[in-house]
């Protein structure tokens, strides 16, 4: 008996050995920062102080009006990129996927190179394309006769420009997850609906979409909490301007607790935005979830 | 009925050649910046201005990476970047590895339980944690130091959920007799798991490796001295300051990116593997 639970705790600590390593960064780096923001949210920290606030940090944001701004600009980036993302990367990744493996791994690189290239780099070539007096892009409208546009600082063009440069980044990833997918859906069930007589648009509603479902509904996810972390784009072309119309929730925070050491305000706009995430997950895995058998 | 038949065949090759010069047309906005990029690298500032632009360089000169070079600390950031991205990159695969045999193959108590508390972490964005992990950095003196840039990154879920799954595969009697042989669990690890994960470890070291060299916004806050930027920190501050002119950021651009793409472009599988692994359900 008492070498029974000898050898079942030598069981234990070996298992806790191979796996104390990995538990120990997740502690530091993961769970304490955590708790730690949600308790900063509640104090005023300055260099030389630390004092309990209450709810103080999260009634600013009520009244701040650049806040109010960024949270509005952050829901539009999402609502502009993922459905944008999901329906072009489906599209392509049907297209792709009827091709010979060679072509698809082709095209999969092709859209997945902004991924890898580093959001620094690309952004730069954006940065120059849009240029107004040097950039390619004034260059194309000026061959159809159209005047020159100052693309990164007109409010109502610059927020689309941005979403260009990162639609270009997020639609690699699901077009890889996608080809994958389609690959794996059995041959015969087109042949047998081809054999029915239903169309290519029938079979792709009918067969090719439910059997995606769970695909895309991780499509969804990750690319909804990617949306929501818009940040190096907008640092890199247009700095949240111009008056705010890019700026997002990441890019205020990043502003208010680097450039203005305004640490507890930023992180109670971080729980903010953390409760935002959660709540739109929670309501797209309930709603999308539903149909999807895992 | 032969006529429907016919036109329909007709209408379907029509739509599969709109379908591929969207593609194709997609394709060229896609690899185009990394084009045009590569081509300003190597233009005259007064090949800059030209218009009609200049699609090939005509007059390619090297005159960008060189004043990039005498001017900015570019190799210093090149190899703080290499540094940055192999540490991490080894790190991440030897704590994943380890943990992802554990969770796969060993019996310990509170194993699923921790296992599912870790990767829960992964709902947990980063911007919350930037504050809370930048003033820890503060703490522990890691601000501005390779410390500060590399060991906050090695607490990584999807590696950790990514080893697991892969391990899983293998079947458990190869463990088994190895155990029967007298091997240790450490030995196991290390002389069956290791070299059949081989695949997984790869995908891993791969994606960590880029994920390190981008990681924009972190590396943006840690590295507060010149001799401490990466590379896309470096180059990005070229930008913000106006101090160059564009050639010589896009020769900057280009340094960034040209690495990224060839490990890329030589593991494509390998890429595609992790990205396919971590997206199966478990």
């Given amino acids: 008996m008492a070498s029974r639970t000898w050898r079942s705790l030598k069981k234990d600590l070996v298992g806790y050995a191979f796996i104390a390593p990995a538990v120990l960064a997740f502690a530091v780096f993961l769970v304490y920062p955590s708790i730690e923001a949600i308790r900063i949210s509640f104090y005023k920290i300055t260099p030389t102080q630390v004092a309990f606030v209450g709810l103080q940090n999260y009634a600013g944001l009520l009244k701040d009006q650049v806040f109010g701004i960024a949270l509005a600009n952050t829901f539009k980036y ?55 007096v040097i950039g390619i892009a004034n260059y194309l409208l000026s061959l159809f ?31 890889i997850v996608y080809t994958a997918a389609l690959g794996g859906i059995p041959k015969y069930y087109y042949e047998a609906a081809e054999i029915d007589g239903a169309s290519k648009v029938r079979q792709f509603f009918s067969i090719t979409l439910p059997l995606l479902a769970p695909t895309t509904l991780y499509v969804i996810v990750i690319t909804t909490i990617n949306a929501f972390q818009t940040f190096a784009a907008i640092n890199l072309l247009t700095s949240g301007g111009p008056s705010k119309t890019t700026t997002s929730v990441i890019y205020e925070l990043y502003q208010q607790a680097f450039r203005y050491n305004n640490f507890s305000y930023a992180s ?24 999807v058998e895992y | 009925m032969q006529g429907r038949k016919t036109l329909s065949i007709k209408a379907s090759k029509v739509w599969r050649m709109a379908g591929d010069v969207f593609l194709a047309v997609c394709a060229i906005l896609w690899l185009f910046p990394f084009y045009w990029g590569l081509v300003g690298s190597f233009k005259t500032e007064r090949a800059m201005f030209a218009i009609p632009p200049e699609f090939l360089p005509l007059n390619p000169t090297l005159v960008n990476y060189i004043e990039l070079l005498r001017k900015t600390h570019v190799a210093r950031w090149f190899f703080n970047s290499a540094v940055v991205s192999v540490a991490t990159m080894v790190l991440v695969c030897a704590i994943s590895s380890l943990a992802g045999y554990a969770f796969a193959k060993l019996r310990f108590r509170g194993r699923d339980l921790i296992f599912y508390l870790m990767i829960s972490t992964m709902m947990l964005p980063r911007y919350v944690l930037l504050v809370p992990l930048f003033r820890l950095m503060l703490k522990l003196n890691w601000f501005d130091t390779y410390a500060g840039l590399i060991i906050p990154q090695i607490a990584a879920p999807f590696g950790v959920f990514m080893m697991r799954q892969f391990i899983k595969t293998i079947p458990s009697e190869l463990i088994e007799a190895a155990r029967i042989d007298g091997c240790s669990e450490a030995g196991v690890f290390v002389k069956i798991i290791l070299p059949l994960a081989k695949p997984a470890v790869g995908a891993l070291a791969i994606f960590e490796f880029v994920r ?4 924009y916004m972190w590396q943006l806050i840690i590295a507060g001295s010149e001799m401490m930027k990466t590379l896309p920190i470096g180059i990005a501050a070229l930008k913000q300051e106006n101090l160059v002119q564009y050639g010589q950021m896009m020769a900057g651009a280009t340094l960034s990116a040209l690495p990224m793409i060839i490990i890329f472009v030589a593991f494509q599988r390998y890429f595609t593997r992790g990205i396919t692994l971590g997206a199966v359900k478990g």
């Avoid at chain 1, 091709?99 to 092709?110: A, D, I, L, P």
């Avoid at chain 1, 693309?151 to 979403?163: K, Q």
């Avoid at chain 1, 109670?268 to 149909?291: E, H, K, N, P, T």
């Fill in chain 1, 78 to 132: 999402v609502l502009f990129i993922v459905p944008i993302t999901l329906a072009f990367s489906l599209f392509v990744s049907v297209l792709v996927s009827s091709k010979s493996e060679r072509v698809t791994s082709f095209y999969r690189g092709v859209f997945y190179i902004p991924a890898v290239a580093s959001v620094v780099s690309v952004s730069l070539v954006w940065s120059w394309i849009f240029n107004p």
């Fill in chain 1, 145 to 175: 006769h159209l005047p020159p546009v100052n693309w990164l600082a007109m409010p109502g063009i610059a927020f689309y420009c941005v979403v260009l440069v990162i639609i270009t980044w997020t639609v690699g990833r699901p077009i």
């Fill in chain 1, 268 to 291: 109670a706009m971080g729980v903010v935005l953390f409760l935002m995430v959660g709540i739109v997950a929670f309501f797209q895995f309930r709603y999308l979830a539903r149909d």
């Fill in chain 2, 212 to 215: 390190s060299w981008d990681d």
